[in-house]
């Protein structure tokens, strides 16, 4: 009698196949380390090369004169790719770029505060160059009211000669104590007193005599403060912010015989 056995051996190489087709897969292999380094040279090469782009505009923009441009070009080009060797270029000028496009965006505000006329007028032609004080007297009243302002002018008339003289909108010089004298102030120097006159037409303007020498120190200085006394408003320092005058806009300067 021959006895059966109770189960069957099974092969390996089968139990292998179904070992690898049961149950969960076994987790793949990790990336190599040559693939990271070529995805890590790829990136670096994306970032250089984006960076010489910023290095070549910044360049373009200094070389055209646009330093404001240049200025935030390179500013950007060094945050974002701050290891790039165009990165280190840029950062030999950068300072001196942000410096002179800071001086000048100054200059250039300084300048639209002044606002030039050319009057055909018996005579000739008058010249003037006008300024607003900064901060204004007072904006326009809830009801309705206008702004009370006042004007520093240069002007250059061919009968009445150069003058200069501060001018009133909406409000009057209050010269009951005398307005012989105006206490003028240039870049926060102590003030000094400046020879005044009120017209006798009774215009509400104010005229700085020695004009000549007031010019050459506006000419040197950025701000200008003048004490006076007003109608309405009593006691006021008015600040004109002179240092975009431009006196290519006023050629004559010669005064009245």
Not at 13 to 28: E, K
Not at 97 to 103: I, N, P, Q, Y
């Amino acid at each position: 009698m021959v006895l059966r056995p109770l189960f069957k051996i099974v092969p390996l190489s089968a139990m292998l196949v179904a070992a690898c087709s049961s149950g969960s897969n076994p987790p793949s292999a990790p990336t190599s380390a040559p693939a990271a380094q070529d995805a890590a040279a790829a990136a670096k090469a994306n970032a250089d090369a984006q960076a010489d782009k910023g290095l070549k505009l910044y360049d373009q923009m200094r070389s055209s004169g646009s330093l404001d441009i240049a200025a935030q070009i390179g500013a950007e080009t060094v945050a974002k790719y701050p290891d790039s060797a165009a990165a280190a270029k840029i950062k030999e000028t950068l300072a001196d770029v942000t410096t002179k496009a800071k001086e000048e965006g100054e200059a250039r505000r300084l300048a639209r505060l002044w606002a030039y006329t050319v009057t055909p007028v018996k005579g000739g032609t008058q010249y003037a160059g006008s300024i607003e004080n900064n901060p204004p007297l007072s904006p326009p009243a809830a009801t309705g009211k206008d702004a009370k302002r006042v004007h520093l002018i240069l002007r250059q008339h061919p009968e009445w000669g150069q003058t200069v003289y501060l001018i009133l909108d909406n409000e009057k010089f209050n010269c009951k104590s005398g307005c012989k004298t105006l206490p003028v102030s240039f870049d926060g120097e102590p003030a000094k007193p400046w020879k005044a006159t009120i017209p006798p037409t009774g215009e509400p303007a104010l005229f700085i005599d020695e004009d000549k020498a007031f010019i050459a120190r506006v000419l040197k200085t950025k701000k200008v403060a003048i004490d006076v006394v007003l109608a309405d408003e009593g006691k006021k320092t008015l600040v004109f912010e002179t240092g975009g005058l431009d006196m290519s806009h006023l050629p004559n300067t010669t005064k009245k015989k």
